[in-house]
């Protein structure tokens, strides 16, 4: 039994092609998520990293579905 679903910490990214800006990621982990002041694009700050089951709250609130697991640990 691994034990770590919904809780195990992912990576997460941004592609900034398909952001369409927004915030709702930076309202909803703002140490995660940071917009540029300029451009409107979602980046990621920090570690990057997130607990599976915030990871996938914040990508299925992207709009842009501009939001991805790009690893696990
Ligand atoms: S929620 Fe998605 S579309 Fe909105 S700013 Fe964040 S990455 Fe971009």
Do not use: N, Y
């Not at 930076?26 to 990871?55: H, N, Q």
């Amino acid at each position: 039994m691994s034990g770590d679903e919904g809780t195990g910490l992912v990576a997460v990214a941004v592609d900034a092609d398909v952001c369409i800006g927004g915030g709702q990621c930076e309202m909803l982990e703002e140490a995660t998520f940071v917009l540029d002041d300029d451009t409107m694009i979602s980046s990621v700050t920090g570690s990057g990293k997130l607990p599976r089951a915030r990871a996938e709250l914040v990508i299925d609130r992207c709009p842009g579905r501009a939001i991805s697991i790009v690893g696990s640990e």
